[in-house]
């Protein structure tokens, strides 16, 4: 008991900047006494004392502003932040590492019985206000944004955002954003931002082409070569692009310097936090 008690106070300090003490942790962090609360609730629903359970959730949710009906399995390290109208249903499912902010709900969206509530798997992160509704799977270090209403199931790694949540940003093949990176420093672009199902229908479409360009550069390739091999002399110097817009090239150079510039300051202040 007091290793998992050691753990979640643990896990706070790896979460939240804001603790500074294992007793300020312990005493005043109303996240972590909801979830221990839930432990012995849990144990009592399951050894059919459910009045009891129900009661002393009921009187958690009073103390902590959280309910945790007590039928709901909660892995470890489970993480609370501020946790004030935090919601989780009798069938939900939560992984180990999971982190959810104020305001959340694993709610159902029938009546009937059996499962009825969220799966969130190892590592997700739900934002402050969002509602995760119907016996949906989150997938593994998946992120839901803040006040995103989420009824469908989410791909592992994902970030979604929205009423109803539409993933914002999936894994990405690294091999095809550097791809994309180099071909858009070839045309004078920079191609931050560029990722596979990217909100921006403006960046998404530019990453399209730069994919369009790439096979046309593959295809005329291949060409050339066909000819050369039949005795032509094609393709020998391929002529360089040139823009005339210097000041569009300058502006485009300074905002990427910026981004760089501003990504470092972040890092630091991160790493001092």
């Not at 005339?244 to 910026?258: G, I, K, N, T």
Request: aromatic share 8%; hydrophobic share 40%.
């Amino acid at each position: 008991m007091f290793k998992r008690l050691r753990e979640d106070i643990n896990s706070v300090y790896a979460r939240d900047p804001a603790a500074r003490n294992w007793f300020e942790v312990l005493t005043t962090y109303p996240g972590l006494h909801a979830i221990w609360w839930h432990r012995l609730n849990h144990r009592l629903w399951t050894w059919r004392c459910y009045w009891l359970a129900r009661f002393l959730s009921t009187l958690a949710r009073w103390f902590t502003g959280i309910e945790i009906h007590p039928g709901a399995k909660i892995g470890r390290r489970f993480f609370i932040d501020h946790g004030m109208g935090v919601v989780i249903g009798e069938t939900a499912e939560i992984g180990d590492d999971v982190t959810i902010y104020h305001g959340v709900t694993l709610g159902g969206t029938s009546w009937s019985q059996g499962k009825r509530h969220p799966t969130l798997r190892d590592g997700v992160v739900i934002g402050a206000g969002a509602k995760v509704l119907g016996p949906v799977d989150v997938g593994k270090s998946a992120r839901i944004g803040s006040n995103a209403v989420v009824v469908r199931d989410v791909p592992t790694e994902a970030t979604v955002v929205g009423i109803p949540a539409r993933v914002a940003r999936s894994p990405e093949n690294a091999e095809e954003s550097k791809r994309r990176e180099a071909m858009a420093k070839q045309y004078g672009f920079d191609a931050y931002a560029i990722s596979a199902d990217n909100p921006d229908p403006v960046a998404t479409a530019i990453g399209r082409m730069l994919d369009h360009v790439h096979i046309l550069d593959k295809k005329v390739s291949d060409l050339c070569c066909a000819v050369n091999q039949l005795g032509g002399n094609v393709c020998e110097e391929l002529p360089e692009v040139e823009l005339d817009d210097m000041d569009f090239l300058s502006a485009e150079q300074d905002a990427v310097e910026r981004r760089q510039q501003e990504a470092t300051a972040k890092d630091k202040t991160n790493s001092t936090e």
